[in-house]
């Protein structure tokens, strides 16, 4: 079962080619310590992502990486400090993998003109489990009569119905 108790993860990492799989291994198990198995592949995968286009496009390799989990949704941001990376141009093909891999995504500017790139994943259980229906359990304390007649418009006339029996008006 997932917990519902906020959790936040916060690392500052220096980017390169060997550090990328470090950081996927760190943020996996932090996932599995927050019981979120399930987020691992999709949220690592698209971290390392990220940092690999960091670290190919980017002249500042200095990123900071946060992980918010709030009972439902895992979001998590990157952000790079190189003024001169354009997510547009530069991180295209890598945006539009994690569009796919995510639930949702986006990119803003900060005021140090440095990036921050976030995915968020919801949390979904690991099997499906029938739903089984509950008959209702009665509220109120005096049921309520049903009425004894009810009157229904057929196509030939009005017919009427008195205990089970249906009997024509005209």
Known sequence: MKTA???YYHLDVEVSPERVGQVRRILAA???LWDLQTLVEP???AAELLLKAIDRHARDKSTSIEMWWNG???ITAVGENDSELRPDQDLRGCL???AAMSDGWGCCATATGSKVIWFSQRARAGGRVPLVPVAPEPR???VLQV????RTAVLSGCVHETDGVLE???
Request: aromatic share 4%; proline share 8%.
């Open 30 to 32: 932090y996932l599995r």
């Open 147 to 150: 009425p004894r007649e009810t």
């Open 168 to 170: 024509d008006a005209r």
């Open 96 to 98: 539009r993998r994690i």
């Open 5 to 7: 108790a906020p959790c």
């Open 43 to 45: 949220v690592c995968g």
């Open 72 to 74: 439902q949704h895992l």
């Open 140 to 142: 109120l304390r005096e």
